[in-house]
């Protein structure tokens, strides 16, 4: 059984008028609770929530003190490649864009990774564009080999695979796979993907399962905001982590919640999702699920990105950039959408300290593991 075995029971109209039906009796209910279930979280992202959200602030940021501390874990994504072989309606690097394709050598990925190392790095996100003939098994295993006597941990942001091709990855010393569904209704997401091998919306939808069996040590799930009605999307997302984390146990999870930036192609949301309705959705993942790590990035603008800190949040990038070779090697070339924080490491790093919070650098979690285990 797979994800999809689950996902197919569910009708997303229906779910969609049971979010929004929701009443400020549920959200109560929800808020008087140690541990809230799925139906808690559809009252928590509802309309019928926004009244409550210093409630919600205040649960979310005790909730996160007590689970991690005053902590923000620091990482930055180095884009290795913008070929890509799909059309995707939202994203600059799609196929039908007429661009410079830019593929980093390893010699350029050096010049990349010395430069992330000189800004304090020790947890590195590796994306491309979903090109199997570029950037495939092949040269990503060889990318991890390259870069990880400098890493403490390397993530990766790329186009679905088998499971045996994710252990072959894992045996290299990939940690992380980030996999975002874009959106779980079926017919928007056809739209947004009309040709390549992301067209396939079960193959992408059953990617956590093969992660899961890989033995992956943490898995990123998430949509992208805009594409469809937000709280339904959210949904399906809590959903899905619900039912991994009970059948991949051993395995860590993290959410992002990356809402659709300008790119070339200008694609304009569908639904439009406001400050106060993102903070709204991790306030209220962080009442559903107590363990999952909330990450923000760069998308989001410095005065939000400040604000959030408190409010649930685990994990920030910082000084990123969306092109291969944004570093060092190709400053210019395409971006895969615009940042909105564009402050230094230094600056970022001074803003969580000021709110007296403590930036960390490494996956400390992945390592007292590693360390028990081995005493055992």
């Known amino acids: 059984m797979t994800f999809k075995s689950v996902f197919d029971t569910y009708n997303w109209d229906d779910v969609k008028r049971s979010i929004y039906n929701k009443t ?60 890509c072989k799909n059309i995707c309606t939202y994203c600059g690097f799609s196929l039908d864009n007429k661009i410079p394709r830019k593929t980093l050598k390893p010699q350029e990925i050096l010049l990349e990774v010395e430069a992330i190392k000189n800004m304090g790095y020790e947890h590195v996100l590796l994306v491309t564009g979903e090109s199997s003939h570029d950037v495939g098994v092949d040269y990503l295993q060889n990318t991890i080999k390259l870069i990880i006597p400098q890493f403490s941990n390397i993530a990766a942001e790329v186009q679905p695979l088998d499971t045996h091709e994710y252990e072959t990855l894992i045996l290299a010393g990939l940690d992380t796979v980030l996999i975002y569904q874009e959106t779980y209704h079926k017919e928007d997401y056809k739209k947004h993907h009309p040709k390549g091998k992301k067209s396939n919306f079960y193959y992408r939808l059953d990617t956590p399962d093969r992660l899961g069996q890989a033995a992956i040590h943490k898995i990123g799930l998430g949509v992208l905001i805009g594409l469809e009605d937000w709280r339904t999307d959210s949904f399906f997302t809590a959903l899905h982590l619900s039912y991994l984390e009970k059948k991949y146990w051993k395995t860590k999870y993290s959410l992002s919640f990356p809402r659709l ?99 960390v650098w490494k996956d400390w979690q992945k390592f007292d593991q590693l360390y028990y285990a081995d005493l055992l």
Do not use: W
Not at 24 to 38: G, H, M, P
Not at 58 to 67: D, F, P
Not at 293 to 313: C, D, M, P, Q, V
């Open 24 to 83: 400020s009796q549920d959200v109560e209910r929800a808020l008087l609770k140690q541990q809230c279930d799925i139906e808690d979280f559809k009252a928590l992202i509802s309309p019928a929530a926004i009244p409550y959200l210093e409630q919600m602030a205040q649960r979310s940021h005790q909730i996160t003190l007590a689970r991690f501390g005053k902590t923000i874990q620091l990482y930055i994504p180095l884009y290795l490649s913008n070929e």
């Open 261 to 359: 930036r300008p790119h070339k192609g200008l694609l304009q949301p569908k639904v439009e999702m406001n400050d106060r309705e993102l903070i709204q959705l991790i306030c209220a993942y962080r009442l559903f699920n107590h363990q999952v790590e909330l990450s923000l990035s760069t998308r989001e603008s410095e005065n939000f990105r400040n604000h959030a800190i408190k409010l649930g949040i685990t994990s920030m990038s910082a000084a990123s950039k969306t092109n291969p070779g944004g570093y060092v090697v190709e400053p210019q070339s395409l971006e895969q959408f615009e940042v909105s924080d564009e402050r230094s490491v230094h600056d970022i790093v001074s803003v969580i300290k000021q709110q007296g919070y403590e930036p």
